[in-house]
Every structure is written in C-alpha cells, then in structure tokens.
C-alpha cells in the first residue's frame, strides 16, 4: 500500500502483516482509494479535502485518513482501538512526519467521548456487514465529532442506507467495496 497523490505521493504504508487475527484490518485497496479521492476532488463535492478536518473511523492502517493529509486535509483523527491498528496508524504518521498534524484515540467507534471540533471530511471502513457503521456514525454526530454539511464516505460490502441526521448523495461500486457517499444534515 502507498500514498497516492499529494505531498507524499509514492510514501509506502506499512505492512499489515499476520498481524492480529481479531482485529479484521482490511485495508482500502490504492485502487479504491484513487477512485474515492477523484470523486471527492472531481468538483461535485467543492474541495472537501484541502484545509479540511479529517475523522477517519475504524481506522485501521490510517489510509484514508493519510490520504486526505497529504492532498492538503488540515488534520486527521484516527479512531481505532485494535492494538494492531494503533501500531500501523502511529507507524504509518511517522513515515510521512505527519504525526503533529494527527490525534489517533484507541477507543470503540461506539464510545466516543465529546469532541472539540467537528470534522468535516469523514471516512467510515467498518468490518464489513457487522452493522457497526450506523451506530457509529451516530454516536460520533451526537458527540459532536462530525459538523453539519460534513461529507462520509461509508465503506461496505453492499450500499448502505443513510442513517438519520445523514442525507445520501450516492453509491458507487468498486469490485466488492462498496462506497456511500452521504452529507450530515444541518442541524
């Protein structure tokens, strides 16, 4: 896995490795990842990313969220708590000196405490088809994680249904990733 575009296009992530059979990393493919950014900066969206505050929920190896801070995104927050995950995620903002640009909290999606700032850029790659990412996404709008108008991208196996507080803007496929890209309401 590599950056694709921006300041550190070309920087390789580091391995998942065996890692922890628990923790269920599955990374977002580079292709997938380039075909997210591109429908992300193709226009529809404005510029989501650049000077944006990134929430990157299920983390995982912290791709997408390195990704967005390096086509320009202000800063990131990664959340996840597998032990492997915060090894890769604190490996992987090393590598790209990224790491005063970035907060990583080893906590549940579910438990999120009370954030300072809404982000408005967030990417949701939960285990797929556990029913984890509308519970998520919920908790961390209430908690005041996600600002109004924010843009999610929701990785699934199959499309996903807006949850409430969330509008949908569209669904695209790529092999058997699945994208939602949805707009937080509001209020």
Known sequence: ???????????TLAAVGVGDKGASLRPTSDRVREALF???????????????HVLDLFAGTGALGLEALSRGAAHATFV???????????????????DEDARVLKVDVRSLPTAEEGADLVFLDPPYA?????PALGVARAQG????GAVVVWEERSPQPPPAGFSLIEH??????????????PS
């Open 80 to 98: 996840d708590d597998g032990r492997v995950a915060q090894n890769l995620i604190r490996q992987n903002l090393r590598r790209a000196g990224r």
């Open 38 to 52: 591109n429908v992300l900066t193709g226009g529809r969206f404005g510029d989501p990313v650049t000077g944006a």
């Open 1 to 11: 896995m590599r950056i694709i575009a921006g300041r550190h296009r070309g920087l």
């Open 172 to 185: 695209r496929r790529y092999g058997d990733a699945h994208l939602t890209f949805l707009k937080a309401d």
């Open 130 to 134: 556990k029913g984890l990412g509308a």
């Open 145 to 148: 994680w996600i600002a109004p």
